[in-house]
């Protein structure tokens, strides 16, 4: 069984940054894709970044294109999200999610495997 967990979540200033990581409870996941998800309160969980198994495709959602950095280590079976110039629309509950699949995935539907999420709070 496939277990994700983040961390590095907390609260930021804006124009702060902060890095999640997200460790894999086994190394099957370093050939899944994986992404980053975040979810507002009343609003719909949506994709903020997804990479390949290999790290070499990646995805960016439009509202963090140039702030945000997806990388994975595959030799520790870890994921990173590295968010800089953060903006209080920032603030969510942030899930890492794994596909069995090996290219980068879209939809959330697409996903197998959830972390527990970690918040972060971005301050005006």
């Known amino acids: 069984q496939v277990q994700l967990v983040e961390s590095g979540g907390g609260l930021v200033q804006a124009g702060g940054s902060l890095r999640l990581s997200c460790a894999a409870s086994?190394?099957?996941?370093?050939?899944?894709?994986m992404g980053w998800f975040r979810q507002a309160p009343g609003k719909e969980r949506d994709l903020v970044a997804a990479?390949?198994?290999?790290?070499?495709?990646?995805y960016y959602a439009d509202s963090v294109k140039g702030r945000f950095t997806i990388s994975r280590d595959n030799a520790k079976n870890t994921m990173y999200l590295q968010m800089n110039s953060l903006k209080p629309e920032d603030t969510a509950v942030y899930y890492c999610?794994?596909?069995?699949?090996?290219?980068?995935?879209?939809?959330?539907?697409?996903?197998?495997?959830w972390g527990q999420g970690t918040q972060v709070n971005v301050s005006s």
């Open positions: 999610a794994a596909s069995i699949a090996t290219m980068v995935q879209i939809l959330d539907n697409k996903y197998n495997y």
């Open positions: 990479i390949s198994w290999s790290g070499g495709s990646t």
């Open positions: 086994t190394r099957t996941v370093s050939r899944y894709a």
